[in-house]
């Protein structure tokens, strides 16, 4: 029998350690179940985690691929990686700029660090990001500018201390199982509420559900504030003491009456909010705050709810849900928003202590972080490295990510059949969650180790592998090993990150086996951190001035409002079943994608359904639907998957200017009969 493994689950970012036993005859993972030991999840586990590491449904990759003939046929990993390195490098001779690599929150901090390094410090192209960019950059950026740092204070510890649970634009019943249970058990002695348009697994499981018009979240938020102001519920000491920017929030904030018209919500709501957080909040969000043209003003204006009310203290707080794995291992570790540790691109100290770690000339580094995933495929690359990920069906305004991709050299790395593998030029079949070793950290800053519990197939290879070995055969001495061990690329990072903000320092592999998982900042071997910017009853923050700050962000129209031929609203959000652009929970074709419509908006067009079927057209493209009648969707909105590969056909490029985050939860659509011609107002 084969011995139990202990790793990490990589299907979300809750982090639950995992017990996998690998087949006894052959590859793969023969049983699964939580890990007792671990002291995240102590043993729970959810369905989908288990089932997806142990039998995913996707197409799994085994051998190499190169397109010959505009056929993409087997080979040899020598003619792939020859032919993958020929196109890479001949891209780079005519510009850094014009090689565009696109990383995930699905590789381990190993495999982002490396892939980072290769980008930066070997390409140094400005052309570098992930997809966590799509899912989580308001957020980051509004901790940034609240903060002075990316890091959510919160920790799992503080869930049960908490006397209101809000949780706003996100579905953590869907998304994040074993956390909603901690919330849910934690809410019986106090209050959950949800705030979505829809009403979501967790509004049906919620005290109380509010649902403000789609894309009014910062109206909303707003109006509790100017609530707040009005009834005089602020904790007058701690901004005071502790914060900046408050009488210039002041004087920009519309009445609670006014904020609250523009939200779609009444004043009973309102009131409903500005009393939980006038107790010990946590306040969560998700992709509904973040992916909007405002969404980091939206994102600071949560922020500016806690700080008002004194909600920065263990037991309370803003927490910023993650849906990738290691979506926060991405964002301190892989050099696309900030260098490993948060060091700014924008100091040349921090630029010139990179450059002489990697050994690499300092001009070679960007001195900017780049225009993020949609600005670097708007770009017109002339090659593209995808890692993990599936920008043909992930990027909004799919068709347009399509025809930019086609005209570029693409190189797709995965373990699974995808859009974009079934375009690229070389195809790199990777190794997948039970066959790597490395480390993931969750969305409460917390690292575990990533273990192997199975033997790959000889035709695929670990991330860190393929990056490497391409890497020094574009940049030799970049790095020291073709096959490196993934300790000592940990140990690299971390050694990056002393004495930064993110301190990994004190972390190492044989703390991590002794302890299953640290919180950082950990900046020696005994310490391991906790909530963040307090400490024993006072308060500070690496800004300019030691405080957190304020915002003054205002609700703005919609980049698309509806119209007269476009009148309903457009919104994406996770389903059940649903992993990502759904490459590992579907097997062959996607499969029929499915819309919630409200009754009264599918009897309006009842004419033009035909066997339950309608075509769901934006400006940018159409998709045929199923229909689902579902009164939770409220009059006028339609509701796709993110997962299906034709949702983002639909969806808006618009992004968010601060964080290049794009706008995917609103645009505006029309329902017409299926397989017909289309009105003459989509013609373009």
Request: proline share 7%; aromatic share 6%; charged share 25%.
């Amino acid at each position: 029998m084969s011995d139990w493994v202990p790793t990490t689950c990589m299907r979300c970012a809750v982090g639950c350690g995992h017990m996998q036993r690998g087949a006894d005859i052959g590859y793969g993972i023969d049983m699964v179940r939580g890990d007792a030991a671990h002291p995240v999840n102590q043993g729970l586990a959810c369905a989908r985690g288990i089932q997806e590491s142990r039998d995913p449904d996707g197409k799994w990759l085994t051998r190499p691929l190169v397109r010959d003939d505009g056929e993409l046929r087997t080979t040899t990993w020598d003619v792939a990686l020859a032919r993958a390195t020929q196109g890479l490098r001949e891209a780079h001779a005519n510009d850094p700029d014009s090689v565009a690599v696109l990383g995930s929150g699905q590789q381990t901090n190993e495999a982002a660090y490396a892939l980072g390094k290769l980008a930066r410090g070997g390409f140094g192209t400005r052309n570098y990001d992930a997809n966590t960019t799509l899912c989580m950059a308001s957020a980051v950026t509004a901790y940034y500018q609240a903060f002075g740092s990316d890091a959510p204070p919160c920790t799992y510890d503080d869930i049960e201390d908490a006397d209101r649970h809000v949780v706003w634009g996100a579905n953590p019943a869907v998304a994040h199982p074993v956390m909603f249970r901690w919330i849910s058990e934690a809410a019986e002695e106090t209050e959950l509420i949800t705030v979505d348009p829809v009403r979501s697994e967790t509004a049906e499981n919620s005290d109380h559900h509010v649902a403000p018009e789609p894309g009014k979240d910062l109206a909303f938020a707003r109006a509790i504030f100017a609530r707040l102001v009005e009834t005089d519920r602020l904790d007058h000491d701690f901004i005071v003491d502790a914060t900046d920017g408050f009488e210039e929030l002041l004087a920009t904030l519309p009445t609670a009456e006014e904020a609250a018209d523009d939200a779609g919500v009444s004043m009973d709501d309102v009131e409903l909010l500005a009393d939980a957080m006038d107790h010990r909040a946590l306040l969560y969000w998700g992709m509904g705050i973040n992916q909007h043209v405002q969404g980091t003003e939206t994102a600071r204006a949560l922020v500016d709810l806690t700080l008002a009310t004194g909600n920065l203290r263990p037991g309370a707080g803003p927490f910023s849900l993650t849906g990738q794995a290691n979506s926060m291992g991405t964002r301190i570790c892989s050099s696309k928003g900030s260098w490993p540790g948060q060091r700014s691109f924008g100091d040349p100290n921090h630029r010139q202590l990179v450059a002489d770690e990697w050994g690499v000339p300092v001009d070679r580094l960007p001195d900017d972080t780049g225009p993020g995933p949609v600005g670097m495929l708007e770009n017109g690359p002339d090659a593209v490295w995808a890692v993990a990920t599936n920008p043909v069906a992930g990027m909004p305004d799919a068709d347009s990510a399509r025809d930019r991709l086609e005209d570029a050299f693409v190189v797709a790395q995965d373990a699974f059949h995808t859009e974009t593998t079934e375009l690229a030029d070389v195809v790199l079949p990777a190794a997948t969650w039970g066959e790597s070793e490395g480390t993931t950290t969750n969305m409460e800053r917390t690292i575990s180790r990533v273990r192997a519990a199975t033997e790959v197939p000889s035709g695929v290879r670990s991330d860190l592998d393929i990056i490497a070995t391409v890497g020094s055969r574009l940049f030799p001495g970049l790095f020291e090993s073709t096959s490196p061990d993934p300790s000592d690329v940990f140990d690299e990072f971390a050694g990056l990150t002393e004495g930064t903000v993110a301190d990994c320092s004190g972390i190492s592999y044989e703390r991590l086996d002794e302890g299953h998982a640290v919180r950082w900042p950990a900046p020696d071997a005994d310490s391991s951190g906790g909530y963040r910017y307090y400490d024993d009853g006072s308060w500070s923050f690496p800004t300019a001035t030691g405080n957190a700050q304020f915002s003054t962000g205002r609700q703005q129209k919609l980049p698309e409002p509806t119209d007269g031929d476009y009148p309903l609203t457009l919104t994406t959000a996770r389903e059940a079943d649903g992993y990502n652009t759904g490459v590992r929970s579907r097997s062959g074709a996607p499969g029929e994608l499915v819309a919630r419509i409200h009754p009264d908006t599918v009897e309006l067009h009842a004419d033009r359904i035909v066997r339950d079927r309608l075509s769901v057209v934006s400006r940018r493209g159409d998709a045929t639907v199923r229909v689902d009648r579902d009164e939770g969707v409220p009059r006028g909105v339609v509701w796709l998957p993110i997962h299906h590969p034709a949702t983002n056909r639909l969806t808006l490029p618009e992004r968010d200017p601060q964080s290049s985050e794009p706008h995917f939860k609103q645009c505006a659509v029309r329902l017409v009969a299926p397989e017909t011609e289309l009105p003459p107002a989509t013609a373009d």
